[in-house]
């Protein structure tokens, strides 16, 4: 089973995207490669912010720090969510464990030319704890979250899991 050192970004996302989705996630159902969606955000990903290194903390990568201790993190999505927030506090937190004062997050949406500044407060630390802790608590159900409403599965992956009867 997973423990909190194994939590990365992609779990806080799912977390507060669909409880469903992260749970299917956290079993190995992993059908993101088949989305289009999700290839339109690695593409974004990778052709914006190309001089920056990723930084790499085993079960979360971020997209790059800066010398001032601002994580950025780059968004196919057009608009700020509670989720890219999220995982941004998330990363910070990361960064914090391992002695790295990370200031904040930098979210940074190229399609609409838009970026989001989010301060680690410890407001934010408390908040980063309690959703590793809620991931956990997804983690040990016996059984699936239900399901969203189908109108906020748009462009998920894990659609034809959840809707094929």
Do not use: M
């Given at each position: 089973m997973i423990d909190a050192e194994d939590i990365g970004g992609v779990h806080i996302?799912?977390?507060?995207?669909?409880?469903?989705?992260?749970?299917?996630?956290?079993?190995?159902?992993?059908?993101?490669?088949?989305?289009?969606?999700?290839?339109?955000?690695?593409a974004v990903h990778d052709t914006s912010y190309t001089r920056n290194t990723p930084v790499d903390l085993g079960a979360?990568?971020?997209?790059?720090?800066d010398g001032a201790h601002w994580v950025h993190e780059v968004k196919s999505s057009s608009r700020p969510s509670s989720a890219d927030q999220?995982?941004?506090?998330?990363y910070c937190h990361?960064?914090?464990?391992?002695?790295?004062?990370?200031?904040?997050?930098?979210?940074h949406y190229p399609k609409t030319r838009r970026t989001h500044r989010f301060p680690y407060?410890?407001?934010?630390?408390?908040?980063?704890?309690?959703?590793?802790?809620?991931?956990?608590a997804v983690a040990a159900l016996p059984g699936s979250p239900e399901r969203l409403a189908r109108s906020a599965c748009r462009g998920c992956s894990f659609t034809d899991?959840?809707?094929?009867e």
């Open positions: 996302k799912y977390l507060y995207h669909c409880r469903r989705q992260l749970w299917l996630y956290l079993r190995g159902i992993r059908p993101e490669h088949l989305s289009s969606t999700v290839q339109l955000g690695e979360a990568q971020l997209d790059f720090i999220a995982q941004g506090r998330h990361r960064l914090h464990r391992v002695g790295i004062e990370a200031q904040g997050a930098v979210l407060t410890l407001e934010a630390a408390a908040q980063a704890e309690a959703d590793i802790a809620q991931v956990l899991y959840c809707w094929t």
